[in-house]
């Protein structure tokens, strides 16, 4: 069988798309943050959710999206490695501010990072599992919404429960800002995600399932 010839389009959603996707993740977390914190303050939700929040949607968004448009085991696999990276990221992103004010803090040992893992996990196999092939819209949001309420539960149980002092303390200082932090991002996540699936299924990009 002859393979499909070389288009631009594979150019466009091999390396343009994935590379302005990626430099637009720096730019949140970075010259965008920067720029919320100077001008909405330290305490404000926003420069969080529109930046590490806007991140963990994009992390988790693709195991998600391949759930509810391939399968779930699709979506397991998808979120077990977008979300060790995830993990890995904030990880050393935490662990390298810590050092910058002298304070040594491990944050690669904080159990509330490693879920991100086990959320990577089950936001990508419980919407494939829940819609189970099928590409009605009802059935796709309430399967990521169902998932994205469940993991954000979950984080913040952890992060109150078992994380490490550093991350803890945070959490029960004020538990109902630390789980609006959580709960906002996977809500956004649960809407946007099934709305791009369905526009996938028009264009005849999701590989087979039923209406």
């Known amino acids: ?26 730019a949140f977390a970075t ?15 926003i420069p969080h959710i529109l930046t590490f929040g806007f991140a963990q949607m994009i992390m988790f968004g693709v195991p998600m999206m391949l759930g509810l448009i391939w399968n779930k085991w699709a979506g397991g696999a998808a979120g077990f490695i977008m979300g060790s990276i995830y993990y890995l990221a904030m990880a050393g992103y935490s662990t390298g501010s810590y050092a910058g004010y002298g304070l040594t803090v491990n944050f690669f ?12 996990i089950l936001i990508g196999y419980m919407p494939g599992a829940l819609t189970n092939k099928s590409y009605n819209f009802k059935r796709m ?24 002092p550093a991350n803890r303390d945070m959490t029960l200082a004020d538990p109902l800002y630390a789980f609006f932090l ?28 039923y209406s």
Do not use: C, H
């Not at 389009?9 to 990626?22: A, E, F, M, Q, R």
């Not at 010259?31 to 939700?45: C, H, K, M, T, Y």
């Not at 993991?151 to 109150?160: G, K, R």
């Not at 956004?188 to 099934?194: G, Q, R």
């Open 1 to 26: 069988m002859a393979s499909e010839k070389f288009k631009m389009k594979d150019i466009t959603y091999g390396v343009i798309i994935p590379v302005l996707v990626g430099l637009l993740i720096i």
């Open 31 to 45: 010259v965008i943050r920067s720029f919320l914190l100077a001008n909405l303050g330290d305490e404000s939700p």
């Open 109 to 120: 040992a904080d159990a509330g990072l490693i879920t991100y893992i086990v959320v990577g």
């Open 141 to 164: 949001l309430g399967a990521g919404m169902t998932a994205a309420i469940i993991t954000a539960l979950l984080q913040f149980l952890v992060n109150y429960q078992f994380a490490i």
């Open 182 to 209: 959580i709960i906002v991002p996977a809500i956004a996540l649960a809407i946007i995600v099934p709305i791009v699936a369905k526009v996938f299924t028009w264009y005849g990009l999701a590989p087979g399932g």
